[in-house]
């Protein structure tokens, strides 16, 4: 089978099928899917969601977004879950960086400091997703951000633990987004580089390209600083999804039987 999904729309939309559990089972192919957003389809790709038999959409994104990017494009009869998750402020301090073409202000480890932030803020949300993926009368299910690889990066991780998967395989499918979305990254980093250029020389240009290269790409580091966050306040992951995400544990052994083969 073949993990990612070709869209003319979305690079990042990919099947979390495959993955070995450590009971032995692996996740079965076509039933949860992870992504960046659904707003910039085309009619084809739309057909591609419908003959995959969507018939769950979970979105991540915070109003505003949806608001500048437009609604997800959707089979029809496939329902949009809202579970937004803001990350308006983020972007509202980096807009007159990019205005000005200084990036110095950035921090190296935002993204590491966003991912403990949506282990401590945003249980209601991830709780959200595993309960509508619980549901079989919603699978097979997407759920996705704007670029699929770090508020859906993170629901991936809670996925995927749930199902049992070892955190070092989650730690890959992570990095995945990486190679799917080099194409669109490369293409923001090298016009970021000329507007800093201009207005930074050199020197400007060399902080814009490591600053906002560490926001384009995921790293490692960031994924481990949410587990960091879980094991710091839970003790290991199987606690946060019982205690933060309130799963139960008969819950949890239900879902690996339906997602598990």
């Not at 960046?36 to 979970?58: C, H, M, N, W, Y």
């Not at 619980?134 to 749930?162: E, I």
């Not at 507007?195 to 902080?207: M, W």
């Amino acid at each position: 089978m073949n993990r990612h999904v070709p869209l003319a729309g979305q690079p990042n939309f990919r099947d979390l099928g495959g993955y070995a559990a450590g009971d032995g089972r692996r996740i079965k192919w076509g039933l949860v899917y992870r992504s960046g957003e659904l707003s910039q389809l085309s009619d084809a790709d739309v057909g591609k969601l419908s003959e995959l038999g969507i018939r769950t959409v979970v979105d991540l994104r915070s109003p505003e977004e949806v608001s500048a990017r437009g609604e997800g494009r959707v089979p029809s009869g496939a329902q949009i879950v809202p579970l937004p998750i803001a990350s308006s402020d983020m972007f509202a301090k980096l807009i007159p960086m990019f205005l000005k073409g200084d990036f110095s202000q950035v921090p190296p480890d935002l993204l590491d400091k966003i991912n403990r932030v949506l282990v401590r803020e945003f249980t209601e949300q991830y709780a959200g997703l595993l309960r509508a993926l619980s549901d079989p009368a919603n699978r097979p299910l997407v759920f996705h951000c704007t670029q699929g690889k770090d508020r859906a990066g993170f629901g991936a991780a809670m996925v995927l633990s749930a199902l049992g998967v070892a955190w070092e395989t989650v730690v890959e499918d992570y990095l995945l987004s990486n190679h799917f979305r080099k194409k669109e990254n490369d293409k923001m980093l090298g016009m970021i580089r000329g507007f800093a250029a201009n207005h930074g020389g050199p020197e400007g240009e060399a902080i814009a390209f490591s600053r906002v290269e560490g926001l384009l790409y995921v790293k490692e580091q960031s994924l481990q600083a949410a587990h960091a966050e879980i094991i710091e306040r839970h003790g290991h992951i199987e606690a946060f999804l019982t205690d933060g995400l309130g799963c139960s544990v008969e819950g949890l052994e239900r879902l690996r039987d339906e997602l598990l083969e």
